[in-house]
Nanobody, 127 residues
Framework: QVQLVESGGGSVEFGGSLRLSCAAS????????TAWFRQTPGREREAVLC????????YTAPFAKGRFTISRDNAKNMMYLQMNNLDAADSAVYYC????????????????????WGQGTQVTVSS
């Protein structure tokens, strides 16, 4: 059974850092594009970062540049989102996603590009 499970969410102060983890089971991440999305109430889910299955292409949302990093440990079948210099606007539910042999368009990615999703983890940034 294909499953993605996020962890590492929680509360953090303004300017702080947080690392989210996503454990994959039932498939190998090294054959999948991996991405992080986030969503706040009343808004559409937005892409944060994406790394293609080959690692050759990636996408970074403008708000994430210089602050957020996506990484993957194929040996552990894990993916990560490192978030630094957090502010209140980063408060959201964060989701990891994966797509078999997927790519990442530099101009942007969307929910429909990914088939497999985690359940989400809440991140709250307080001032």
């Amino acid at each position: 059974q294909v499953q993605l499970v996020e962890s590492g969410g929680g509360s953090v102060e303004f300017g702080g850092s947080l690392r989210l983890s996503c454990a994959a089971s039932g498939f190998s991440l090294d054959q999948h594009a991996t991405a992080w999305f986030r969503q706040t109430p009343g808004r559409e889910r937005e892409a944060v970062l994406c790394l293609s299955s080959s690692g050759a292409s990636s996408y970074t949302a403008p708000f994430a540049k210089g602050r957020f990093t996506i990484s993957r440990d194929n040996a552990k079948n894990m993916m990560y989102l490192q978030m630094n210099n957090l502010d209140a606007a980063d408060s959201a539910v964060y989701y990891c996603a994966a797509e078999y042999l997927g790519g990442c368009r530099r101009r942007g990615i969307g929910e429909s590009d990914f088939e497999d999703w985690g359940q989400g983890t809440q991140v709250t940034v307080s001032s």
